[in-house]
């Protein structure tokens, strides 16, 4: 494989090699991440990106785009299918390009909406002040108890107060189900918009282990690169009276041309997400998340929340006496990756902060179930308890790499 790269430029081969060893001799568990087939890693090394597309399939600004239009039609329908939207738009870039798309789509500048704290398991673009969310915006933003829940009553009385023209829901750092009727009726009662941000889970959505927001939501934003296990890029669904402000948005409100070759990729992963055994994988995402949250609390590991109903967890080191940057280091040196990230009601900053974030779906993409996930907890337990310690985590880091040995990624590629 990628013998023509070794060829022209041995210098990129050699980082892409030595990627491809730490992907394969650790312990992945950053809970955005995740692995894709050989089939959609297939799509994005693809022709397809040799084509400009400005325009939307049959409506283009160029030519010769027959076969364009055709893949990303593929993408639009299936997924449609996989999640029973009324009308979706594939050509966001990533993550935060689609949730600027949603604002510019039902918001003037200016305009108020309410979106979810980041320290309290928001994102950037939910109206975060050093984001354009919160600079282009009027935010009032709500955040959670310190039992780690949302309090949807509270929610309620915010929006009462502050009148928003939009609600944002769905969050990058909650480890609990969210409950959309409930913010369905918020914003009825308000007379706003429901935008739900799905893309942590929205491959636990198509498996039918998440509460699906499409019954409720006016627009909806996901990645395709997380639990969807999908090429990196992002999409917008929503119902079919916000389709045309959707895509006037997208193209020419903020972008131009679309990658062809990761919307032929997107067709592929909704493709693979459709068949059976999707819902196996994203109900198991879910008994992994479970059961590794269970023995990390048995072993005196604080989780916000006391526990996860999703892929994901978030730890508080704050009586560990170990801050999440440092964790986040000491599993490294272990061959265990997870992100360092703020608790609810952090004293400390956000690139130190006190927790540390972690989640199932690549160790789940790689076969691992239950009895895995008590050795994985054990490991990573160690890894913390012994983080000033060099010699440990050199033993730890053999136990890691013989576990994921036992659970190979990409065997053909070598």
Known sequence: MLENLKKSDPLIFQSIQKELQRQKEGLELIPSENIVSLPVLEAMGSIMTNKYSEGYPKKRYYGGNEFIDEAEQLAIDRAKLLFGAEHVNVQPLSGAPANQAVYHSLLDLHDKFMGMKLDHGGHLTHGHPVNFSGKYYNVAQYGITKQGFLDYDEIRKLAKIEKPKLIQAGFTAYPRLIDFKIFREICDEVGAY?????????????????????????????????????????????????????????????????????????????????????????????????????????????????????????????????????????????????????????????????????????????????????????????????????????????????????????????
């Open 194 to 414: 429901l935008f739900v941000d799905m893309s942590h889970f929205a491959g636990l959505v198509a498996g039918d282990v998440h509460p699906s927001p499409i019954p409720y939501a006016d627009i909806i934003s996901t990645t395709t690169h997380k639990t969807l296990r999908g090429p990196r890029g992002a999409m917008i669904l929503c119902k079919e009276e916000y389709g045309e402000k959707v895509d006037k948005a997208v193209f020419p409100g903020l972008q131009g041309g679309p990658h062809n070759h990761i919307n032929a990729a997107k067709a592929v992963a909704f493709a693979e997400a459709l068949k059976p055994e999707f819902k196996e994988y994203a109900a198991q995402i879910v008994k992994n998340a479970k059961e590794l949250a269970r023995v990390l609390s048995d072993n005196s590991l604080t989780l916000v929340s006391g526990g996860t109903e999703t892929h994901l967890i978030l730890i508080d080191l704050t009586n560990k006496d170990i801050t999440g940057k440092v964790a986040e280091s000491a599993l490294d040196e272990a061959g265990i990756y997870v992100n360092k990230n703020t608790v609810p009601f952090d004293h400390r900053k956000p690139w130190d902060p006190s927790g540390i974030r972690l989640g199932t779906p690549v160790l789940t993409s790689r076969g691992m179930k239950e009895p895995e996930m008590v050795k994985v907890a054990e490991l990573i337990t160690r890894s913390i308890e012994n983080y000033n310690n060099p010699e440990k985590k050199k033993e730890i880091r053999k136990e890691v790499n013989a576990l994921c040995e036992q659970f190979p990624i990409y065997p053909e590629l070598k």
